[in-house]
């Protein structure tokens, strides 16, 4: 896995992650991996498993680690040997997730975090639920303040693990600005993969 980039891609709901990943992919033919979608996609397979998911994400708290690293696990193994890189988006979402992935997955090479003011994540989060063909259980405003509340507690003590790798996005602003500092980042993690030496 050393010589295929690994990025975590973190950032509250509605920060403009999903939008970024989606051209990252379009650009460098990464792998998207998206662990809410990875979850969502359990629940709606109908499980015993995704019905116990569904239940705590309903509730709107954290589903337990394991759960996600081994669809995380799963997911990346199928993948593994056709990917020019993975991009993790939406985790780890607290610290011991980081050590977990880096322990039994691959260490990442870059966290992209995507800083974001709670008032206009709530505001794009509403926006998209209000123009969405599919209603999720999860996006009404009491449960979207509780998921901000959960991330903005979490995310402190993973930026502050992490801070080596982390390169914090103001996510306020255009989408082509906003991605022209993500080419910058992953462009010189590349170099630096394909020379594997000191400085890019």
């Known amino acids: 896995m050393s010589d295929i980039p690994i990025i975590w891609v973190l950032g509250g709901p509605g920060c403009g992650k999903g939008t970024q990943c989606a051209k990252i992919v379009e650009k460098y033919g990464f792998t998207h991996l998206s662990s809410g979608d990875l979850l969502r996609d359990e629940v709606s397979s109908g499980s015993d498993k995704g019905r ?6 309903t509730s709107g708290a954290l589903v337990p680690n394991q759960e996600v690293l081994s669809l995380l ?3 990346v193994t199928r993948a593994k040997g056709n990917s020019k890189g993975f991009l ?6 607290e610290k011991n997730q980081g050590i977990a992935f880096e322990e039994q997955i691959a260490p990442a090479d870059l ?3 995507f ?3 709670e008032e206009t994540m709530l505001k794009r989060i509403l926006s998209r639920a209000a123009a969405a063909a599919v209603k999720r259980a999860d996006d009404n405003e009491a449960t979207i303040r509780s998921r901000l509340q959960t ?10 693990l992490y801070a080596d790798k982390t390169l914090t996005i103001n996510a306020e602003r255009d989408v082509d600005d906003i991605f022209i500092d993500v080419v910058d980042a992953i462009d010189c993690i590349l170099k630096k993969k394909q020379k594997a030496v000191k400085a890019c």
């Open 52 to 57: 116990e998911l569904q239940a705590i994400m």
């Open 73 to 75: 696990n799963n997911a």
């Open 88 to 93: 993790i988006d939406g985790y780890p979402r």
């Open 111 to 113: 966290a992209l975090y």
């Open 115 to 117: 800083e974001c003011s």
């Open 151 to 160: 991330f903005k507690q979490n995310t402190s003590d993973i930026l502050g």
